[in-house]
């Protein structure tokens, strides 16, 4: 089975554009979790969607958002980038999220970089 | 979620068993021990999970105590693949996982 996979790999992008990062989750998988990992605040939760619909999020502005089509791949798009958004940002899928005994399994991330 | 304690840093020898420490004593009864690994420039792996029983599979071994505070990540015979930080995750229902700052394990030759 593949795994979660992330595209694109690496980013570079300049203050104040947008960005828009794609992740596509293990097949039979109906839950997508994005989460921020950075060198100073580890990894954070961003939000989860579960079909089609955001069912948690994490304490981020709004410049970050995400969406779920309906065959569970997943986009998140960041606008007005800052400096402080180059991150590493990682997708992770589940079979349901919401089940405590369902593991997330993680892509390899985007790096993105903002200069 | 529960957080958990885990020890910075830790060194062990290739081939000998790796075990690496949570304190999680605020752990409530319905939630999960999750353990994941990461290596450098890597998404993180997930190794295994447990309620209150131990569990093996063919990554590891999880050890929870009875009264459920504290739990052992047991890699059996460690590479210098297993060099990775690994996060040891308090998780409940509905509930998104929190990333503490894990132990980085260094296995040396």
């Known amino acids: 089975k593949a795994g979660v996979t992330q595209t694109p790999r690496y980013l570079i992008k300049t203050r104040g554009q947008q960005v828009t990062l794609s992740c596509s989750p293990i097949?039979?998988?109906?839950?997508v979790s994005w989460y921020q990992q950075t060198p100073g605040q580890g990894l954070q939760f961003l939000f989860e969607?579960?079909?089609?619909?955001?069912?948690n999020k994490g304490n981020f502005p709004g410049r970050f958002s995400g969406r779920q089509f309906s065959n569970s791949r997943s986009e998140m798009n960041v606008s007005t980038l800052e400096l402080g958004d180059s991150a590493l940002y990682l997708c992770?899928?589940?079979?349901?999220?919401?089940?405590?005994?369902?593991?997330?399994?993680f892509g390899n991330g985007t790096r993105l970089t903002v200069t | 979620d529960a957080k958990t304690t885990q020890p910075p840093s830790m060194d062990c020898a290739e081939g000998r068993a790796a075990n690496l420490p949570c304190n999680h004593s605020?752990?409530?009864?319905?939630?999960?021990v999750y353990w994941y690994r990461q290596i450098h420039s890597q998404g993180p792996q997930y190794i295994i999970h447990?309620?209150?029983n131990n569990e093996t599979n063919e990554m590891a071994s999880l050890i929870i105590t009875e009264d459920r505070k504290s739990s052992t990540l047991i890699l059996p015979h460690a590479t210098l693949r297993d060099t990775a930080v690994y996060y040891c995750?308090?998780?409940?229902?509905?509930?998104?996982?929190?990333f503490g700052q894990g132990t980085e394990l260094s296995v040396k030759p």
């Open positions: 992770a899928s589940s079979v349901n999220g919401e089940f405590y005994n369902s593991p997330l399994h």
């Open positions: 097949s039979g998988h109906r839950s």
């Open positions: 969607y579960f079909s089609e619909t955001q069912r």
């Open positions: 605020t752990i409530s009864g319905n939630e999960y």
């Open positions: 447990g309620l209150k």
């Open positions: 995750i308090v998780r409940n229902q509905g509930g998104k996982l929190i």
